[in-house]
């Protein structure tokens, strides 16, 4: 039995898993482990998909930082435009048979689409019969348009400054979808990063109430109210789906204040909005002459196309032998999913000439990027920024990792805040006693390692230490021994238990690195992309 997974399916694996991350239907985390060092630091063990190293995983992990929809986007392969080269043009038909000019069998592994220096990605309809490609497109508007080389273009979207920073890579481009023309909304991108006030108004003797309005959902905002005026907006909750929108005060006994909305991830959203909303479906862009006839007579052929669209129309061109040597499409007509193309003549005498119809993806040209250009590949992007007490400082890590719906230390509730840590932390009054990978019992029969050391009081004095359990038993009651350094009798003055189940949830991907040291200073950006 003949089975095929398209490429189309692999598209939707790498949606799936980045429409709940954006849905919150389920929750990631990206977490990071292990201080201790490799036998060959330059050299890290090779990872091992088995219940051992897994547990292994689990045992070293530091703290955890949720993977938010900003962290997120599919990507697809990077191409970029460069002159004197020969791009394969959009066809619906690529198979063994019929190969693109590069040797691909597949659309999805054709070079029909490109990136330019201005970061704008365009679509290759016609290659001016496999010439290369020596003007590099430029224009930005919503029309198929040819350029002097032959090549005609459709512009898809531009990448967005964030998107550039946070996603472009050497191999992958980040590829979003901003109007909800043609698939349903959950796959539009753009979220409320931020309202900034530009006028204050005056006269609010309470906070107003902050309503986001346009055309996605569920982003929420509150303002801030001094001496009368509308001072800041604060975003709680940044929906999606959103391509424009704008803020509106109500209540709070004033008037006049204004604000601006900032999208994330859709920086360039105006542009790609307007090339998905009016795509046409199902257009005939492209007719292919697969044989050339005989004796046809100027003037005496008429392209005739029959199909389940209308309005499609086109022209032949015939050399002096009365062979057709090209077909021009006068009207790409729409609504067409097939179309037989034949010749009709008044006097009958030419024969043989056989064609074939390119028709658009059935929403048209530049209706859904992710899906016309195969973005089979989710790129994830998570920042470590040392803002929160949960983030382990002034040691190393060489693991990196994602977990899906981990839990509420000893519940079977899933933990849903930005960060957390699987770590227990004891107040003592003795730090000097700690060392970073000390390793440490209690009379609980606890086995412990330091991992972490913080100054909550901010005095310059270490009140807290953070320990990576190896087997469980601790209590504020407990008397600890330092094995490292061979001190008994050391006393605690609290605990305070892990925030998350460490056994809980499912590590999907995991990799072994080279030390990292962290410290207050510094930012760590890790990057992960997954290819279905």
């Not at 482990?33 to 190293?53: C, H, M, Q, R, Y």
């Not at 040392?386 to 382990?392: A, F, G, L, P, V």
Request: proline share 3%; charged share 20%; aromatic share 10%.
């Amino acid at each position: 039995m003949a089975i095929l997974l398209r490429d189309q399916a692999r598209v939707q694996l790498a949606r799936s898993i980045y429409r709940d991350i954006y849905s919150n239907f389920d929750y990631y985390y990206l977490y990071i482990g292990k201080t201790t060092a490799w036998a060959d630091e330059s050299n890290p063990d090779i990872p091992v998909d088995n219940l051992v190293n897994i547990s292994e995983q689990r045992r070293n992990i530091l703290f955890y930082k949720r993977v938010q929809t900003s962290d997120c986007v599919l990507l697809t392969r990077r191409i970029d435009w460069e002159s004197a080269t020969v791009y394969d043009e959009y066809d619906n038909s690529y198979s063994s048979a019929n190969p693109a000019n590069s040797g691909a069998t597949t659309l999805s592994n054709a070079n029909f689409y490109v990136m330019t220096d201005s970061f704008n990605v365009y679509k290759c309809i016609e290659n001016n019969k496999n010439s290369q490609s020596t003007v590099k497109p430029t224009s930005t508007g919503t029309e198929i348009f040819e350029l002097s080389d032959g090549y005609k273009w459709k512009f898809m979207f531009q990448i967005g400054a964030a998107d550039r920073t946070k996603f472009l890579t050497d191999d992958y481009i980040p590829v979003r979808k901003v109007s909800g023309a043609g698939y349903p909304a959950f796959d539009i991108n753009g979220e409320i990063d931020e309202v900034i006030v530009t006028s204050g108004g005056s006269g609010y003797t309470a906070v107003p109430t902050v309503t986001i309005q346009g055309d996605g959902q569920g982003a929420s905002a509150n303002a801030t109210v001094s001496a009368g005026a509308v001072t800041d907006v604060t975003v709680s909750t940044e929906g999606i789906g959103y391509s424009f929108a704008q803020a509106v005060f109500t209540g709070g006994g004033g008037t006049g204040a204004e604000a601006t909305v900032s999208l994330g991830s859709t920086d360039s959203a105006t542009l790609q909005s307007s090339v998905e909303t009016t795509a046409v479906p199902g257009t005939i862009d492209r007719i292919t002459v697969t044989s050339s006839g005989i004796d046809y007579a100027d003037g005496d052929v008429a392209i005739e196309i029959d199909g389940d669209g209308t309005g499609a129309e086109a022209s032949a061109t015939l050399n002096n032998r009365g062979e057709i040597t090209g077909v021009a499409i006068t009207a790409p007509g729409q609504g067409y999913t097939f179309a037989d193309v034949s010749i009709t003549q008044i006097n009958g005498i030419g024969s043989g000439a056989t064609f074939r119809a390119v028709i658009s993806p059935v929403y048209g040209h530049g209706s859904n990027p992710q899906h016309e250009l195969f973005a089979k590949n989710l790129g994830i992007t998570v920042s470590f920024v040392n803002d929160n007490k949960d983030y382990i400082l002034d040691n190393d890590f060489r693991q990196v990792g994602i977990v899906k719906n981990i839990y509420q230390e000893g519940t079977t509730n899933l933990f849903t805040d930005n960060l957390g840590t699987p770590c227990h932390v004891i107040g003592v009054s003795n730090p000097d006693e700690y060392n970073y990978d000390d390793i440490l019992t209690t009379t609980e029969n606890g086995k412990f390692m330091v991992v972490h050391k913080s100054d909550t009081n901010n005095d310059g004095t270490y009140d807290e230490i953070y320990l990576q359990q190896i087997k469980g038993g601790i209590s504020a009651s407990s008397i600890i021994e330092n094995l490292t350094t061979g001190t008994e009798g050391l006393t605690i003055n609290s605990v305070v238990s892990p925030e998350i189940d460490n056994i809980s949830g499912e590590i999907i991907y995991f990799d072994n690195r080279r030390p990292v040291i962290r410290d207050e200073d510094q930012t760590e950006t890790v990057k992960v992309i997954f290819t279905f």
